[in-house]
């Protein structure tokens, strides 16, 4: 019974190697954007039940459940500067995804991830190597000027201490794309996910106890935080690690950038925020960079 279980297991997760091998590799970057903004939007949802503390651990937890599941890495028999940098990626998920359920807390959707997004920016600018790879910087940055204008950002009505979380997000968000470069070099599979993920587990439980207490035994609460981590971590995670196998880690960086306009736009869908001439500009800016990195990538 379980052999054949793990037979079938292994077929699947096979099945979707396969599968994520056929997709260009742009595509294994944009479609994960769409699935962890649609994941976030139905997170927020739930901050008043769990608070950001429990549904982020909710998240991180299911996601590292449904690894183990669905793909059963080998995780021994690696040296221990691998398992360091394996822990050391799933801290930094971790922090990452609690920096910016805190800045969601606080601030709109589109807001707080146009300003996590000096992260892969950052990474962009540094990797750059050719004047047309700085074009496509140079406009997503416009993007985000005008997503995150000096008036928004100096509106009172803006909490700082959610700004705050949304920059800390951004900065680990660097960090998150380096070193998952490196983690998918280091292990074969989903093996350097299953660590990392089982790290930001352990890391995010005092977390989630003490925001959510007793309401993270609901099981309708359960079923949405496993949907939550469906949408925000197991799919966009396994595809992205793919893709940084695929692509520079500045292209894949410069790709990213149609994260904030995929914000605004499930944070309009979604929650309702309204969207005016300047945020339809600004994704328009950022969607063409991600396309000209996307076109001039494959060339290369």
């Known amino acids: 019974m379980f052999s054949g279980g793990r ?3 292994g077929k699947g997760a096979l099945r979707a190697r396969e ?3 056929a997709v260009p590799p742009t ?3 944009v ?3 769409f699935s962890v903004q649609l994941g ?6 739930l901050f008043d039940s769990l608070g950001p503390g429990g549904t982020v651990f909710l998240r991180i937890a299911f996601a590292a459940l449904a690894v183990l599941v669905l793909w059963r890495p080998g995780l021994r028999g690696y040296a221990g500067r691998e398992y360091l940098l394996a822990a050391l990626f799933g801290l930094t998920l971790a922090g990452m995804n609690l920096s910016i359920y805190m800045a969601f807390d606080r601030i709109p959707l589109g807001i707080a991830v146009t300003l996590e997004f000096i992260g892969p920016l950052t990474v962009s600018v540094a ?4 004047i047309l790879d700085l074009l496509w910087v140079v406009l997503a940055a416009a993007g985000i000027l005008l997503l995150a204008p000096l008036g928004v ?6 909490d700082p201490v959610g700004v705050g979380f949304a920059l800390v997000a951004g900065s680990l968000w660097a960090c998150y794309i380096l070193l998952s470069t490196r983690t998918g070099r280091a292990f074969p599979g989903m ?9 930001g587990t352990v890391a995010l439980l005092p977390v989630g106890v003490v925001s959510a207490g007793a309401a993270m035994l609901d099981p309708g609460l359960l079923l949405a935080g496993l949907a939550v981590a469906l949408l925000s971590s197991v799919v966009p995670y396994s595809l992205e690690l793919e893709a940084l196998r695929r692509l520079p880690a500045r292209v894949f960086g410069v790709l990213m950038s149609l994260e904030p306009a995929v914000a605004a736009l499930v944070g309009f869908l979604v929650l309702g925020e309204q969207l005016g001439p300047r945020a339809l500009s600004a994704m328009a800016l950022v969607t063409l960079a991600a396309a000209g990195a996307s076109r001039f990538a494959g060339s290369r």
């Open 127 to 130: 990797g750059s190597r050719r």
């Open 19 to 21: 599968m994520a091998g």
């Open 40 to 45: 976030a939007a139905i997170a927020k949802g």
């Open 7 to 9: 037979s079938i297991v």
């Open 27 to 29: 595509g294994l970057v």
């Open 191 to 199: 093996a350097g996910l299953a660590i990392a993920l089982f790290v």
């Open 153 to 158: 950002l100096g509106d009172t009505n803006l």
């Open 31 to 33: 479609l994960p954007i």
